[in-house]
């Protein structure tokens, strides 16, 4: 494969980079930082009413350890 790489959550080819996801999918995990970060208390179908991302991606994200997840709430992985 070379240079490139499995995305992780999507299943695209992309470039290799250091965090195994491609460029869309790093833009929907900051979108989703951005908010947990100023609001830790943020549930799940919250976050995917303002970010316009799916529950089933952002439960992506938290199976693949980027986020954790407390009682519905997501919050960023210390």
Avoid: W
């Amino acid at each position: 494969m070379g240079n490139y790489q499995i995305c992780d959550f999507c299943g695209n080819l992309t470039e290799k980079n250091y965090i195994k996801m491609c460029a869309d999918c790093e833009e929907m995990y900051n979108k989703i930082r951005s908010i947990v970060e100023v609001h830790p208390d943020t549930i799940v179908l919250d976050l995917s009413n303002q970010t316009g991302i799916s529950v089933s991606r952002i439960l992506s994200f938290v199976r693949n350890g980027y986020f954790t997840m407390k009682e519905g709430n997501v919050e960023v992985r210390k």
